[in-house]
């Protein structure tokens, strides 16, 4: 075993929604690599108030930001790694104000170069498991592209069907974390297509310098996926009469979710979240982000649940 030393991770050069990591080595174990990084989950960091006003919980999608900040840390990279996909995502215990996460991963090069499966397991400062992930991250290729189940959604004018003050009362989330502008499609039990446009002015964007090259200022992946994750709760709200003001809906896991391009400020993506099933109070979707034409991510299984506050508050 190589000796490695931990470091204190900076603010990220590039466009993020917060540190989502505060330290983070990297070793050779056995002939292969492993990373190690901490986060310790606090309500001062930017976006996190609006997860769960009154409720500090760190979004399940900040562990998959944190995965990306680390890797670009340990390696110092020239470009920036981007998440590419995740392969698998399971989110086993709430991340509450005051928990130290720990993520340990092992490693696996990609024969492409500058790329990584990351296969990790997170825990609490008491041992409790919170999450398991398995992902790709590493710098973009011009070749990276998908291929979408669907064609793209075909435009929709006039009023949209839920707009700001119709989204606020369905999400229990708020300003910087609603990242859902407008729903323009819904048929409950079955569909939504909602819009998110990007705008300069977000958080996200705050601490980088100028005279960076544009693509530093690609939409956080993360907050991408967190935003169709939204227009899926919303879905399930239109749906059902679960929620409620003692209702959290939760990220429960991730199947086969890939990325390809990106949106910068000035664009929108627009989210396209089909209902598969409702299994014990379960919800199944999948579905596609779009940004004009252009599909930029796809997933193939995304799992929610409604857990009541008591219970996610009481949460060891």
Same mark, same amino acid.
């Given at each position: 075993?190589?000796?490695?030393?931990?470091?204190?991770? !900076?603010?990220? %050069?590039?466009?993020?929604?917060? +540190?989502? $990591?505060?330290? *983070?080595?990297?070793?050779?174990? &056995? #002939?292969g690599l492993r990373l190690r990084a901490?986060?310790?989950?606090?309500?001062?960091?930017?976006?996190?108030?609006?997860?769960?006003?009154?409720?500090?919980?760190?979004?399940?999608?900040f562990l998959l930001e944190g995965v990306r900040q680390a890797v670009a840390h340990v390696f110092d990279l020239s470009e920036p790694p981007e998440l590419l996909e995740v392969r698998s995502a399971r989110l086993l215990a709430p991340m509450l104000g005051g928990d130290l996460i720990?993520?340990?991963? !092992?490693?696996? %090069?990609?024969?492409?170069?500058? +790329?990584? $499966?990351?296969? *990790?397991?997170?825990?609490?400062? &008491? #041992?409790?498991?919170?999450?398991?992930?398995?992902?790709?991250?590493?710098?973009?290729?011009?070749?990276?592209?998908?291929?979408?189940?669907?064609?793209?959604?075909?435009?929709?004018?006039?009023?949209?069907?839920?707009?700001?003050?119709?989204?606020?009362?369905?999400?229990?989330?708020?300003?910087?974390?609603l990242l859902v502008d407008r729903v323009v499609e819904v048929e409950p039990g079955r569909r939504i297509s909602a819009v998110k446009a990007v705008a300069g002015s977000e958080p996200c964007y705050q601490e980088l310098p100028d005279g960076l090259p544009g693509a530093r200022y690609d939409y956080p992946r993360?907050?991408?996926?967190?935003?169709?994750?939204?227009?899926?709760?919303?879905?399930?709200?239109?749906?059902?009469?679960?929620?409620?003001?003692?209702?959290?809906?939760?990220?429960?896991?991730?199947?086969?979710?890939?990325?390809?391009?990106?949106?910068?400020?000035?664009?929108?993506?627009?989210?396209v979240v089909r209902l598969e099933q409702m299994v014990s109070g379960n919800a199944f979707l999948s579905g596609e982000v779009w940004a004009g034409q252009r599909c930029i991510a796809v997933v193939d299984t995304l799992i929610a649940v409604n857990r009541p506050r008591s219970v996610v508050q009481a949460a060891p």
């Open positions: 075993m190589s000796a490695a030393t931990v470091t204190a991770v !900076g603010q990220p %050069p590039f466009a993020a929604p917060l +540190r989502a $990591v505060d330290t *983070a080595e990297l070793r050779e174990v &056995d #002939g901490t986060k310790l989950v606090t309500v001062d960091d930017p976006y996190m108030a609006g997860h769960f006003p009154g409720l500090t919980m760190l979004p399940a999608v720990t993520l340990d991963a !092992g490693l696996e %090069p990609q024969p492409e170069g500058n +790329r990584w $499966v990351v296969d *990790a397991r997170c825990t609490s400062q &008491d #041992g409790t498991a919170v999450a398991k992930l398995k992902v790709l991250v590493g710098t973009v290729a011009e070749t990276d592209f998908l291929i979408a189940p669907t064609p793209p959604p075909e435009p929709v004018d006039g009023e949209p069907l839920f707009d700001h003050a119709g989204i606020r009362e369905l999400l229990p989330v708020r300003h910087p974390m993360s907050l991408a996926f967190e935003s169709f994750g939204q227009s899926a709760a919303m879905l399930w709200l239109a749906s059902t009469s679960l929620g409620g003001p003692d209702g959290v809906l939760m990220l429960a896991a991730i199947r086969g979710c890939r990325f390809a391009g990106g949106v910068r400020p000035g664009e929108s993506m627009r989210h």
